[in-house]
T-cell receptor, first 112, second 116 residues
Framework: AQSVAQPEDQVNVAEGNPLTVKCTYS??????LFWYVQYPNRGLQFLLK??????LVKGSYGFEAEFNKSQTSFHLKKPSALVSDSALYFC??????????FGPGTRLSVLP | DSGVTQTPKHLITATGQRVTLRCSPR?????VYWYQQSLDQGLQFLIQ???????AKGNILERFSAQQFPDLHSELNLSSLELGDSALYFC???????????????FGPGTRLTVL
């Protein structure tokens, strides 16, 4: 069965510094990988996805993610963090059976 | 705005009661997914419907049921409610007919259920 791990419950970073939110996955076959963000009292918003092709995927709000097949990772990155990036971030994987599994989430706090 | 709507926004009820949550998917989307988000369990996939038929089932309790209607809106029914059912319930939609699925799910704003 597929699974997603986000090893850090919380990530703190200073505004202007680069940020990384980690995600590793386990899935049969080729993975479809996603990152979503959730702001307080809101639904999840799609950030980016990897289906195939270039391992570096660019998404909304300046975020990008790097797919690493050998390490089964899909870490979310941003070169310069903003205070407004503070939110809950979810990594998700979809298998061939259309089943989605979300990671437990990582709370990102960007400090001014 | 994702285009997915959910009603009601908040729901407060008592243990043992039954409630119905409603979801309208994005225009043209055929798939609806239901998720439960609680503090201790994270985001849990409950069930998926595609064009009126159940497509996938996750960690959905027997006390819970769902359906998708011909107009593609969906309802999640929760019965014999327990304190532990208090959570945020999200629906998401995707998969438009005739378009290769982009797989991205579009989430509604959620319904916050409080069971007292």
């Amino acid at each position: 069965a597929q699974s997603v791990a986000q090893p850090e419950d919380q990530v703190n970073v200073a505004e202007g510094n680069p940020l990384t939110v980690k995600c590793t996955y386990s899935v049969s076959g080729n993975p479809y990988l996603f990152w979503y963000v959730q702001y307080p009292n809101r639904g999840l918003q799609f950030l980016l996805k990897y289906i195939t092709g270039d391992n570096l995927v660019k998404g909304s709000y300046g975020f990008e993610a790097e797919f690493n097949k050998s390490q089964t990772s899909f870490h979310l990155k941003k070169p310069s963090a903003l205070v407004s990036d503070s939110a809950l971030y979810f990594c998700a994987v979809r298998d061939l059976g259309q089943n989605f599994v979300f990671g437990p989430g990582t709370r990102l706090s960007v400090l001014p | 705005d994702s285009g997915v709507t959910q009603t009601p926004k908040h729901l407060i009820t008592a243990t043992g009661q039954r409630v119905t949550l409603r979801c309208s998917p994005r225009s043209g989307d055929l798939s609806v997914y239901w998720y439960q988000q609680s503090l201790d369990q994270g985001l849990q996939f409950l069930i998926q419907y595609y064009n009126g038929e159940e497509r996938a089932k996750g960690n959905i309790l027997e006390r819970f049921s769902a359906q998708q209607f011909p107009d593609l809106h969906s309802e999640l029914n929760l019965s014999s409610l327990e304190l532990g059912d208090s959570a945020l319930y999200f629906c998401a939609s995707n998969q438009r007919e005739g378009i290769i699925s982009t797989d991205t799910q579009y989430f509604g704003p959620g319904t916050r259920l409080t069971v007292l």
